[in-house]
């Protein structure tokens, strides 16, 4: 149920369509996802849908337009659930609520650890946890989920840091491990943590997780805000990472707040 007030609504929807902080990879296909995701779909509460159009010449400027606009919708205090686009702009909606709730914890639920280094001072979808650590986060307060993959620069990083990190067979020690106490919790959800039989349509297909696994794993984190990112419709095969994505959002709605 869609409505146009926001003091109405229970949820707040962001639609972050974007491709790129996609810099490395030629597998986009992003920057339709939240309107392919949201197509024929139904809320079951009261949702405010917004909506941040990107910035096709500029990353820096898209997660601007981001942060602000998060920002305004903060001041409204209901549940905030943002549909991506590319990894790169969970930065900025995580940037602006950690400013307004300094304790929160990060859950991030991938299969890749988003902790490269930065090519040409850009923020992209594969370097946004290492920004978030330089930025406010501290070590204790990001738990990396569903994780396949590491790359050599990421290895580096992890010798002088000592992160919350579980592989996708570690699921039973994450879920009792978490605890979040009275704290706000985000959790960000990339589609690639799914294995590639559900959603092949993704950049880096890497998942080993099954729907059911990331269904508990959300419902353990039990998340205050949330989104969903790399989702990749041209790349979706027969329609099953939009059907996988939409069990998903279905199961964030149902555990936000």
Same mark, same amino acid.
């Given at each position: 149920?869609?409505?146009?007030?926001?003091?109405?609504?229970?949820?707040?929807?962001?639609?972050?369509?974007?491709? !790129?902080?996609?810099?490395?990879n030629?597998?986009?296909?992003?920057?339709?996802?939240?309107?392919?995701?949201?197509?024929?779909?139904?809320?079951e509460?009261?949702?405010?849908?917004?909506?941040?159009?990107?910035?096709?010449?500029?990353?820096?400027?898209?997660?601007?337009?981001?942060?602000? !606009?998060?920002?305004?919708?903060?001041?409204?205090?209901?549940?905030l659930?943002s549909?991506?686009?590319?990894?790169?702009?969970?930065?900025?909606?995580?940037?602006?609520?950690?400013?307004?709730?300094p304790?929160?914890?990060?859950?991030?639920?991938?299969?890749?650890?988003?902790?490269?280094?930065k090519?040409? !001072? *850009?923020?992209s *979808?594969?370097?946004?946890?290492?920004?978030?650590?330089?930025?406010?986060?501290?070590?204790d /307060?990001?738990?990396?989920?569903?994780?396949?993959?590491i790359?050599?620069?990421?290895?580096?990083?992890l010798?002088? *840091?000592?992160?919350?990190?579980?592989?996708?067979?570690?699921?039973?020690?994450?879920?009792?491990?978490?605890?979040?106490g009275?704290?706000?919790?985000?959790?960000?959800?990339?589609?690639?943590?799914?294995?590639?039989?559900?959603?092949?349509?993704?950049?880096?297909?890497?998942?080993?997780?099954?729907l /059911?696994?990331?269904?508990?794993?959300?419902?353990?984190?039990?998340?205050? *805000?949330?989104?969903?990112?790399?989702?990749?419709?041209?790349?979706?095969?027969?329609?099953?990472?939009?059907?996988?994505?939409?069990?998903?959002?279905?199961?964030?709605?149902?555990?936000l707040g």
């Amino acid at each position: 149920m869609e409505t146009s007030s926001p003091e109405d609504a229970d949820l707040i929807v962001q639609k972050l369509p974007c491709d !790129n902080g996609i810099h490395r990879n030629p597998r986009k296909g992003t920057l339709d996802a939240p309107e392919k995701i949201l197509e024929d779909y139904e809320f079951e509460r009261s949702v405010l849908v917004d909506e941040v159009f990107p910035d096709e010449f500029s990353l820096e400027n898209t997660q601007r337009r981001i942060e602000d !606009n998060t920002e305004e919708l903060i001041e409204y205090g209901k549940p905030l659930l943002s549909i991506g686009g590319d990894h790169s702009v969970s930065y900025p909606v995580i940037r602006a609520l950690k400013r307004e709730y300094p304790d929160m914890q990060l859950v991030w639920l991938d299969s890749h650890l988003d902790l490269k280094e930065k090519v040409d !001072n *850009h923020v992209s *979808h594969d370097v946004v946890v290492r920004e978030l650590l330089a930025r406010g986060f501290s070590e204790d /307060e990001i738990w990396f989920v569903g994780i396949t993959r590491i790359d050599d620069d990421e290895e580096e990083f992890l010798e002088k *840091h000592d992160l919350n990190i579980y592989r996708s067979s570690e699921i039973e020690e994450f879920k009792r491990e978490f605890k979040p106490g009275e704290q706000t919790v985000y959790l960000s959800v990339d589609i690639d943590a799914l294995e590639e039989e559900l959603a092949p349509g993704t950049g880096y297909p890497d998942g080993e997780l099954g729907l /059911e696994t990331v269904e508990k794993v959300i419902d353990i984190v039990n998340p205050t *805000h949330a989104d969903l990112v790399e989702v990749a419709p041209s790349l979706d095969e027969n329609g099953k990472t939009i059907d996988s994505a939409r069990d998903v959002l279905s199961q964030i709605e149902d555990s936000l707040g």
